[in-house]
């Protein structure tokens, strides 16, 4: 088999912990313990040997990256090997001068996310008070000279707020803007009842985020992506299995993607025991869904094969039982009545009588998350 070409983008989950219980988490229902996860060694070797492979991209995430004590070890680091790197926040957990210490260190980036534009809905979703902190904490990072990346979550219970939440992009003076719709993995899934827009909610962010576009043009970057549910193609998820994405696990599993592991029968490695380089290239689970040996139809004759390379295998597994299934999202898919019956029962609002889940919230390192 010829040599895969490298990763491109390498994602750390140093950690589940976090101060947050948000409910469209896309962590796995079963967390990583905090005495599961790799220490600061193990993390340094992960950041080496992902680089001689070929990754220049990183992103430092959970949980919340922030409960890390050694974070500021791992930024610096990354720096002298030369990554692109970039901390994925709630902001909870740092203050203005861990920002500056950041930005000392040579990080490069900082995406903040917000769950509302509202202390009340914020607060609630996080299932902690963090709304004021996550205002402060945007300032910070804006008074630090990086570009003001800021990401809401979009979902049922706060797709109607985009404009508000735009505005407050503009009060925040934001450069980038992600309305980032809930992808429906792990707790997300579970509460997808509660989470899943209508298409009405839908056609109408679209229709706000389009008039922001071109009222802030020029000034503030405006990313919304339609939730694959309502695309009918699915989208080829991570990039494509293996080809430019490679996630490590608090613990130390390496994963082609976030939610590899919950697939059934799927042989992964853990850092601890084997090198990157073997990981990525020949261990049998970044190979599993490589080329197109393992499509079946409709995937294996469709002209989009090389754009979607079959969807996400998760979601197949999740909603058909079968990841070599093509991913239900696709209106070409055997099982696509998955689908639209998931967007039937949000239209009647099946399913919410029962409790919205919380992310459980797990303890983290960090004595004092609301630092003044
Ligand atoms: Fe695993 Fe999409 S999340 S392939």
Redesign the pocket.
Known sequence: MAKPPPPLWLLAEVTHSCPLQCPYCSNPLNLIPKKDELDTEGWLRVLHQARQLGAAQLGFSGGEPLVRKDLEILIGEARKLGYYSNLITSGVGMDAARVERFRELGLDHIQVSFQADDAVLNDYLAGTDAFQHKLDMARAVKANGYPMVLCFVIHRQNSHRVSQMLDLAVELQADYVELATT?F?GWALLNRDHLLPTLEQVREAERVAHEYQAKLKGKMRIYYVVPDYYENRPKA??GG?GRVFLAVAPDGVA??????RD?PGLALHNVRDHELEWIWNESPAFNQ?RGEDWMKEPCRTCDEREKDFG??????FKLTGD?TNA?PTCAKSPHHQVITQAIDSSRLGVGTSKPLVFRQRQKSNSPNLFPT
């Not at 994963?255 to 590899?260: E, I, K, S, V």
């Not at 969807?311 to 197949?316: K, R, S």
């Open positions: 992808q993995e998820c991570v299995w994963l082609p993607c976030h939610a590899a697939l869904f969807g996400c295998h998760c979601q197949a990841p991913d």
